[in-house]
């Protein structure tokens, strides 16, 4: 009898692709402005790439970034430490993280220590530079680097709960592209440009006025497929151009880095 025949080869998966990440933070620091301060981290999760920008390791006040650090802490704590968070709680974080309410961000705040926040973050997930604000009650003024934020996101994708992920990222997802304050928070990783053509960003957005004629305007979330790459792009921007323009640079920034990413 003749021999059976063999199975056919299973075929090799294709090489995955190194320096990305790395190509990524180069784009972003060509395109910005010279008077614009740039921090930049970007993470490949697939190959463990981690590239920081020039300042990537400075510190930013955090504006609405600083939702995210408090809400995570909060989740945290509620898994290991039993704290108590209610169904109108869930809601103040749904407020906080989409629309970006910063009313509900003072709530939170003020109900689970949200100056305590940086420090226990930071201790869970050995930050180098988040640190709480100076001022009473600024929550804005938490800071934070770019390389910091890039850690704190491939925490929540990694290592948190699948229940507290799906959470966090289906409350920034769901982010309208105008904000509770009216702002346009459609910029950067939320901007038409790459929002609309498919990739997927899931960001959480920051702005805020003005500290040494200086605008802060961040974007910092997750795109690709599985949510490979995640992306901290930090701003100071002269307040002399406008928030038109500002939004403008962060957005042409943030697509010459997600191009740099396929």
Same mark, same amino acid.
């Given at each position: 009898?003749?021999?059976?025949?063999?199975?056919?080869?299973?075929?090799?998966?294709?090489?995955?692709? =190194? /320096?990305?990440?790395?190509?990524? @933070?180069?784009?972003?620091?060509?395109?910005?402005?010279?008077?614009?301060?740039? &921090?930049?981290?970007?993470?490949? =999760?697939?190959?463990?790439?981690?590239?920081?920008?020039?300042?990537?390791?400075?510190?930013? *006040?955090?504006?609405?970034?600083?939702?995210?650090?408090?809400?995570?802490?909060?989740?945290?704590?509620?898994?290991?430490?039993?704290?108590?968070?209610?169904?109108?709680?869930?809601?103040?974080?749904?407020?906080? %993280? &989409?629309?970006? +309410?910063?009313?509900?961000?003072?709530?939170?705040?003020?109900?689970?220590?949200?100056?305590?926040?940086?420090?226990? @973050?930071?201790?869970?997930?050995?930050?180098?530079?988040?640190?709480?604000?100076?001022?009473?009650?600024?929550? /804005?003024?938490?800071?934070?680097?770019?390389?910091? *934020?890039?850690?704190?996101?491939? *925490?929540?994708? +990694?290592?948190?709960?699948?229940?507290?992920?799906?959470?966090?990222?289906?409350?920034?997802?769901?982010?309208?592209?105008?904000?509770?304050?009216?702002? +346009?928070? /459609?910029?950067?990783?939320?901007?038409?440009?790459?929002? &609309? +053509?498919?990739?997927?960003?899931?960001?959480?957005?920051?702005?805020?006025?003005?500290?040494?004629?200086?605008? *802060? %305007?961040?974007?910092? &979330? @997750?795109?690709?497929?599985?949510?490979?790459?995640?992306? @901290? %792009?930090?701003? =100071?921007?002269?307040?002399?151009?406008?928030?038109?323009?500002? =939004?403008?640079?962060?957005?042409?920034?943030?697509?010459?880095?997600?191009?740099?990413?396929?």
């Amino acid at each position: 009898a003749p021999a059976p025949a063999a199975p056919p080869a299973t075929p090799e998966p294709p090489p995955v692709e =190194r /320096g990305l990440a790395q190509a990524a @933070v180069n784009a972003a620091q060509e395109q910005a402005a010279s008077a614009t301060q740039l &921090g930049v981290a970007v993470l490949d =999760r697939t190959t463990g790439e981690l590239a920081v920008g020039d300042r990537g390791h400075e510190r930013f *006040y955090t504006a609405s970034l600083a939702k995210l650090i408090v809400i995570v802490d909060v989740l945290d704590r509620r898994r290991t430490e039993g704290l108590k968070v209610t169904d109108a709680d869930l809601k103040l974080f749904e407020r906080a %993280l &989409g629309p970006s +309410d910063d009313s509900a961000m003072s709530a939170l705040w003020e109900k689970f220590d949200g100056p305590g926040a940086p420090a226990r @973050v930071s201790a869970r997930l050995d930050l180098e530079g988040t640190a709480a604000p100076k001022r009473f009650g600024q929550w /804005g003024e938490v800071e934070v680097t770019a390389a910091d *934020y890039a850690t704190l996101w491939k *925490y929540v994708l +990694d290592d948190m709960p699948a229940a507290d992920r799906e959470l966090l990222t289906t409350d920034m997802a769901a982010a309208p592209s105008t904000a509770k304050d009216g702002f +346009d928070q /459609g910029f950067g990783l939320l901007s038409s440009e790459i929002r &609309g +053509d498919g990739t997927g960003a899931v960001a959480k957005q920051g702005w805020m006025c003005c500290f040494s004629g200086q605008y *802060y %305007l961040h974007s910092a &979330g @997750v795109l690709g497929p599985e949510n490979r790459f995640v992306v @901290v %792009l930090l701003t =100071r921007q002269p307040r002399t151009k406008g928030w038109p323009a500002a =939004r403008s640079e962060q957005t042409g920034i943030a697509t010459k880095a997600v191009a740099a990413l396929r």
